[in-house]
């Protein structure tokens, strides 16, 4: 049996505070709204209590938020694309930003297990005054408990309409691609951290965006398999390969803490669901 799972989300500012009112159809869901940082920012942990996609399965997320609304969306665990006997696993995921809003897209990483047929979309819309910061963690396989990512494939889609489009189809088949220099180069988990604003930045907030990660990654140990480029002027993208997710996470959340400081003058508040 096929689980088709559908949650809408709405961001907006009711008597100043950040609020989400949100529906769903299926098993997908939003435990609740918390606060951490005061009213003016709503953190929600998304949850999927299958567990897991495997083939036939979809998951439907739209996201708005207007006004001067800022929302953070999480989750407690990684999502997982287990093996298809024929069919997809889709997760699609569409987010519109109006007015002033602002969005993090923070989930833990998603995980193709051998034989999955996976599809990761992702499209965001920016009004011109609204902002976007999210990342996205791919593990192929685990090998720390030997279970190889030999066989299946994964597609990733990321799009902002008329900025910018990331699409890449992997088959775990193709060993120049998974393997080689110019590919994975053996590594297991490809990882982004991608900051979208709704109209040009100026240089010098470009450059101060580039120049803060790039001192990031010199420090850490994954510095040799990241970097960090502006593919145009409404967008800051940060790449990593590593053998496991928790390195590639932890480069990406430093990375986003000195953004989120610099971007918006926010220190970092960490979600307690990602320590418990």
């Not at 997320?61 to 999480?74: D, N, V």
């Not at 508040?269 to 418990?276: A, G, H, L």
């Amino acid at each position: 049996m096929s689980w088709h799972a559908q949650l809408d989300i709405a961001y907006r500012l009711e008597q100043q505070r950040s609020v989400a009112r949100h529906s769903h159809d299926g098993p997908l869901r939003v435990l609740q709204s918390l606060y951490p940082e005061g009213d003016t920012i709503c953190h929600n942990v998304l949850v999927h209590p299958p567990g897991g996609l495997v083939g036939g399965d979809t998951l439907d997320m739209t996201i708005t938020a207007s006004g001067t609304a800022h929302g953070l969306i999480t989750t407690p665990g990684a999502t997982r694309f287990y093996r298809s006997l024929g069919e997809p696993a889709i997760q699609r995921t569409r987010i519109t930003l109006q007015d002033q809003a602002r969005l993090e897209w923070l989930p833990l990483e998603a995980i193709a297990y051998n034989a999955c047929l996976a599809e990761n979309h992702r499209t965001v819309s920016l009004g011109p005054e609204s902002e976007f910061m999210g990342w996205d963690l791919t593990a192929f396989g685990l090998p720390s408990a030997n279970l190889p990512f030999d066989a299946g494939q994964f597609l990733q889609h990321i799009e902002v309409p008329g900025v910018w489009l990331e699409r890449g189809l992997l088959h775990a088949g193709d060993l120049c691609l998974m393997n080689g220099p110019l590919g994975l180069a053996g590594q297991r988990c490809m990882a982004s951290l991608f900051f979208v604003s709704g109209r040009k930045m100026s240089r010098d907030r470009r450059e101060a965006g580039l120049e803060m990660a790039r001192q990031v990654i010199d420090s850490h140990p994954l510095g040799q398999m990241a970097g960090v480029t502006c593919p145009n002027e409404q967008v800051m993208v940060l790449r990593v390969l590593a053998p496991l997710v928790e390195p590639a996470a932890d480069l990406l959340r430093l990375v986003w803490q000195v953004w989120r400081q610099h971007l918006w003058q926010l220190t970092a508040s960490v979600p307690r669901i990602w320590s418990t």
